[in-house]
């Protein structure tokens, strides 16, 4: 921690001092609030035990679980201890989850009892992992978490640096494989002002907690809440009925949202008539007719935003009504270039590759150098993304490339080519183009265009089954069709333009 670095760590001191008994953090299953200096205590003691148990700086640590008190005391005492929290999204299957805990080579791993039983039969395969714990008080079949706290030395933490990891999350599968995105303690307290600034933040607000720890937008809403003074109200499990309860109760002011939940809420409310007219500020992904109907419900506002996790959460941001369909303007400390298959900078109205610098761009992938080499080109951040700036300087989403084309159900990331790879696994499936289709639920949707080998058969349910089996579930089919023959390319691939044409239509 040198003269001009400031991490993670050094916020949690400073908040103890500055917002001391104010409330930083309550837990909505059991109703324990702990205070700004009381996290500091736990996370100390944490640091202690988990130096104890063999963490030293740079070591990595994974986390399978839902959101809770003790997942956000790992991140403060893993800042401490100048090592890398590895949040691992529980909806994968337990070979993913595999893969990520192996692919950074993790020392210690934390688990959600409802997960262990998956875990432990990875252990064999898990060659680092050195020790398993609990994740929270709930017990199980690994190491109790509370065992970590009983170490009461007088603390010294370790030299970290702005640059240094804080955080590994690994990215929807290019090219088959996920890729872990490194972001420092620097990306994190630059996302955290950005997030403070556009929203006014003062510890008058109260943040609902309700995307997962594991998402670069649950994980930057509870440190950006944090470092401004504000409660995060937890919630382990999102419910729409006790959400309404606990934006009538704490006088919740802002929360960040995908499709469905902002809609949930809203007709939560509905039902109840809790007062929801707190919620000043909601902020994500969602419909134009959700969005408004927020607005007209509560006098808020709804703030859209372009981002990924290489941009640590966020790379243009606005509210919705200065420029409805648009991804707002450039941040304060960002700056954004549109350019062309040449790296030759676009003018307005036309559409390029979204690049970008700044201090919230990550580190890089993990042990990923030619990877690296080729996203920051030319000294810029390459997203993958394309869009178009209007005359004004609102930034317009356009898709992804070709090399990079995604899909964004609920918020979640899927590329078509890692589900391609498992439907084709599927013995009856010849060809198959997936892309994404409008969804009323999820925004987006994923749809399967198959063609079968001569003389099979299958249901769709069947195949959406078997995708499910062995891939997280939401990277499942929700649509499949089944067609006698798939348009090809020259070279005998599927024409994925013309498949698109023919097979997206309005759901």
Not at 138 to 150: I, K, Q
Not at 200 to 226: C, R
Not at 279 to 288: E, N, V, W, Y
Not at 379 to 384: K, Q
Request: include cysteine.
């Amino acid at each position: 921690m040198g003269l001009y670095d400031f991490t993670f760590y050094d916020l949690i001191n400073r908040n103890a001092a500055t917002f001391g008994d104010r409330a930083a953090w309550f837990e909505v299953d059991d109703s324990k609030t702990l205070t700004f200096s009381q996290y500091k205590e736990k996370v100390d003691s944490l640091a202690c035990g988990l130096r104890k148990s063999g963490i030293n700086k740079g070591d990595r640590i994974g986390v399978l679980g839902k959101n809770s008190l003790e997942y956000f005391l790992l991140y403060g005492a893993a800042a401490a201890l100048g090592a890398i929290m590895l949040p691992i999204n529980w909806r994968l299957s337990a070979d993913e989850v595999g893969y990520n805990l192996n692919d950074c080579e993790s020392k210690l791993v934390f688990v959600d009892q409802e997960f262990q039983e998956s875990v432990e039969g990875l252990k064999d395969k898990l060659s680092t992992v050195e020790h398993y714990f609990n994740l929270g008080p709930g017990g199980g079949r690994f190491s109790d978490f509370g065992s970590l706290l009983e170490h009461r030395d007088d603390f010294e933490p370790e030299e970290v640096s702005s640059d240094d990891g804080f955080v590994i999350i690994h990215t929807a599968a290019v090219a088959g494989r996920p890729r872990g995105a490194v972001l420092s303690h620097g990306n994190v307290m630059c996302a955290d002002m950005h997030f403070g600034y556009f929203f006014n933040l003062t510890p008058k607000d109260a943040h609902l907690n309700i995307l997962p720890l594991f998402h670069v937008g649950g994980l930057f809403m509870v440190t950006a809440s944090f470092h401004s003074g504000v409660v995060n109200v937890n919630m382990s499990k999102f419910d729409a009925t006790t959400a309404v309860e606990m934006i009538e109760q704490k006088k919740i002011s802002m929360m960040f949202t995908f499709a469905p939940i902002l809609s949930s809420v809203l007709e939560a409310h509905e039902k109840t008539g809790k007062d929801i007219r707190s919620l000043r500020i909601s902020a994500g992904l969602d419909t134009p007719e959700t969005i408004e109907k927020y607005q007209k419900i509560t006098g808020g506002r709804f703030y859209c935003m372009y981002g990924q996790t290489e941009t640590s959460c966020v790379a243009t941001f606005g509210a919705y009504n200065d420029r409805p369909g648009s991804a707002g303007k450039m941040l304060p400390l960002a700056e954004v270039r549109l350019v062309d298959d040449y790296e030759r900078p676009v003018p307005a109205g036309q559409v390029g590759e979204i690049t970008m610098k700044g201090p919230m761009i990550f580190k890089g992938y993990w042990n990923l150098p030619e990877d690296n080499e080729y996203t920051f080109r030319g000294g810029w951040h390459h997203t993958g993304d394309r869009g178009r700036f209007d005359e004004d300087g609102f930034l317009w989403y356009a898709g992804r490339k070709a090399e990079k084309e995604l899909i964004k159900p609920g918020g979640e990331n899927v590329y078509p080519a890692e589900v391609e790879k498992v439907v084709l696994e599927h013995p009856s499936v010849e060809r198959t183009v997936v892309f994404g289709v409008p969804d009323p639920k999820w925004k987006e949707g994923i749809k399967a265009v198959c063609q079968l080998k001569e003389g099979e058969s299958l249901e769709p349910k069947e195949l959406i089954d078997f995708v499910g089996q062995r891939i997280a579930r939401y990277k499942k089919p929700q649509y499949v069709e089944f067609v006698v023959d798939l348009p090809l390319l020259e070279d005998g691939s599927p024409d994925r333009a013309k498949v698109k044409e023919l097979y997206g239509g309005e759901r």
